[in-house]
C-alpha cells in the first residue's frame, strides 16, 4: 500500500483516498500536428520497471491532480509536487539519485 501526501492540502494517505492518473509530463500535441504526433500522444506510454513519473488526484480531499515519482518495482515514493510543474523539481530528483546511483534521469 502506497502513503501519499497531497502537497496542495498536506494530507498524509492511503492510495485508496487517491486516484492515479497515468503518466506526467506528456507533451500534448494539437491542432497542426502530425498524425504520429498524435498517436505517440494518445497511445504510446512508458511502463518503466524503476522510477515512473505519474499524475494522481486527492479524489475524497481537495480534488486537485497532483504528480508523483515513484519506483515502479519496490512502491517507494519520492515525493509528490504540483501539477503545474514542467519538469521534476531539483530535490526530488536528488532523492532519486540518491537511493538509485545508476538511474539515467529524467526523459
Not at 500534448?28 to 488526484?57: A, C, I, L, Q
Not at 518495482?73 to 530535490?91: C, K
Amino acid at each position: 500500500m502506497l502513503l501519499l501526501e497531497c502537497p496542495y492540502c498536506g494530507v498524509k494517505a492511503e492510495e485508496t483516498e487517491f486516484h492515479a492518473g497515468g503518466e506526467a509530463h506528456l507533451k500534448r500535441f494539437g491542432p497542426g500536428s502530425t498524425d504520429d504526433e498524435f498517436t505517440s500522444y494518445m497511445f504510446d506510454r512508458k511502463n518503466p520497471k524503476g522510477v515512473h513519473f505519474e499524475r494522481w488526484r486527492h479524489q475524497y480531499g481537495c480534488g486537485k491532480w497532483f504528480l508523483m515519482a515513484r519506483d515502479t518495482a519496490t512502491l517507494e515514493v519520492f515525493g509528490t509536487y504540483a501539477a503545474q510543474t514542467s519538469e521534476p523539481p531539483a530535490d526530488i530528483i536528488a532523492k532519486i539519485k540518491a537511493r538509485r546511483p545508476a538511474w539515467e534521469g529524467y526523459k
